[in-house]
């Protein structure tokens, strides 16, 4: 018999959470959404490079990041405790923070999909590295790889390497300068005002419903746990059971631009993932503990996130009109590459999560 997956978040591991958890931690979010705000009202473009004006062993301070981090974990409670809020005002709510953090998160995704592109490719084909806008320093290990991929045919990838890199370059600095752009024009937006508005209504009042009050949050915690649980096991994990499968990259290689199609679940359960980790940090506030199978779960997640598209863009830079056979063969290595990393990521986040699977009892 199938044993349950137990969970902090599972109502009967623990007593009841009255819906005062909901609104300390909905304020607590919306006052760190406002104070990223004003810091990016004061810095201008809310980021301070250390070596800048940061004092020596400052920490980057970064107020699109934190604008990001504390709408997604807004947008996720609304989601998660919809019942328990009121409904005209989530939902109108939830788009709209939804809408603000993926056209923030846009700038430093391409930055750091060329980031990574452009080390494979170095890592691939032995010449130098290609300066990159974001910042590539020498011996960082971005994108480094996890697995031990068959060597290309290094005479033909080293002709065609420095003309893809080029042609990435072009490509996703372009797609970058216009997400900084679509950030600052977003954030000037009237839009983005009433959003603001509403968040620093929600830093002061929660709009609960009337019988919020003596609802216990846990059972709505643990449906989402559910929810993550029941996607997991919708995957091909007997297939991601063995690492660097090269019959999955049949798919990748096709001509279509569509996505890969065997992706979306995977991105699914990490939002899932997502979901599950701000009821986490809900329940147990200061006191929650470090969930280290599901950090690994979760770090797998992301990577195959960022292989994917990766691949994505690769294989896009190919369909380029008129690129040169060394330049296309160069992107075709690269792409692989990738797709390699999405199987090695499969790989990984089957394994934490049977550790996890065989840890409940």
């Known amino acids: 018999m199938a044993q349950r997956h137990l969970d902090p978040t599972d109502p009967t591991t623990a007593g009841p959470v009255a819906a005062d958890a909901l609104a300390d931690y909905l304020r607590a979010q919306a ?3 406002l104070r990223a705000l004003r810091l990016h009202r004061e810095t201008g473009t809310g980021t301070t490079h250390t070596g800048s004006s940061a004092s020596p062993g400052e920490e980057p301070v970064d107020a699109a990041r934190a604008l990001r981090h504390a709408a997604r974990r807004i947008t996720g409670t609304l989601h998660t405790f919809r019942p328990l809020l009121d409904p005209t005002w989530s939902e109108a709510l939830h788009p709209e923070l939804a809408w603000l953090s993926g056209t923030l998160a846009r700038e430093h995704a391409y930055a750091a999909r060329l980031e990574r592109l452009l080390l494979a490719l170095h890592r691939l084909s032995g010449v130098t590295p290609f300066p990159t806008q974001a910042g590539v320093a020498v011996g960082s290990t971005a994108g480094a790889p996890s697995h031990p991929a068959a060597p290309p ?4 990838l080293t002709v065609g390497a420095a003309k893809a890199g080029a042609l990435l370059e072009r490509q996703l600095t372009l797609a970058r300068t216009r997400s900084h752009s679509a950030a600052l024009q977003a954030l000037g937006s009237s839009r983005f005002h009433a959003v603001a508005d509403n968040v620093a209504v929600l830093a002061s009042e929660v709009p609960l419903t009337p019988t919020a009050p003596t609802t216990d949050l846990r059972p709505l915690a643990a449906a989402a746990h559910e929810r993550l649980c029941d996607a997991v096991t919708a995957l091909p994990l007997l297939t991601a059971g063995h690492p660097y499968l090269v019959e999955a990259l049949v798919h990748g290689l096709s001509p279509d631009p569509a996505p890969h199609p065997q992706d979306a679940p995977w991105h699914h359960v990490r939002l899932l993932l997502r979901l599950r980790r701000y009821a986490h940090e809900l329940l147990e506030g200061d006191a929650a503990r470090l969930d280290v199978r599901m950090l690994g779960a979760g770090t797998a997640l992301n990577r195959h996130r960022d292989a994917s598209e990766a691949a994505a863009a690769a294989a896009a830079a190919a369909r380029t009109p008129r690129i040169a056979p060394a330049t296309a063969y160069a992107l075709g290595v690269l ?11 499969r790989f990984a986040f089957q394994q934490s999560w049977e550790k996890k699977a065989m840890s409940a009892r």
Not at 335 to 345: F, G, K, L, S
């Open 31 to 33: 006052t760190e959404f």
């Open 153 to 156: 045919d290094r005479s033909n």
């Open 335 to 345: 792409h692989a590459d990738q797709r390699h990393e999405v199987e090695a990521a």
